[in-house]
């Protein structure tokens, strides 16, 4: 039979599950404590958490969610690595000098991803940058479109001028080779 204790630690795991859009798990590996406080503290720069939990409380919850996929995970000590925000870029540059504590893989944005997958996610560029590209591109469209279409226009203007010279270049050439107009008399 459950008691409040364990109920109160569930709750709060399906809270950490619904109020994070990254949710990273690692295996935890016994480290010194001053290596611990370091990284909780490099990774707190960067708005991420260090959550410490316990199988018993974690597979339950998991089991009953739309996250069942990650329970495999979940076998030996495990930590998460949580954050309102996606950054997998900033977890991992901190985790890479954290040999004790191995990535397994992670939730991000409701997306299961492996080890592999966060790498991958990480070197994408970011949202705000993506954005500016799809606007760049999409705003060059029309513009070519504009310049093709007003491509024949000025190439046909350009052909009529050429012409409209050529013309006068002959009618004054045709003037020249007939000689001077004969005076008219008055008389």
Known sequence: QENGYV???RRQVEETFRDNRMIAVCQYNSMPGDDMVLMRHYLRKHNIEVKFVLNEIVRPVLSQSRYRNLLPLFVARNILLVSPETKAKEMLRVLKGVPQVNLLGACIDNTILSRQGVENFAKLPSLEASQGQTVGALALL??????????????LTALLDQYIRQLQAGAGEAGSSAGPEPAQSSG
């Open 7 to 9: 109920r109160l630690l």
């Open 142 to 155: 029309p513009s070519q479109t504009c310049s093709m279409l007003q491509r024949g226009a000025a190439h």
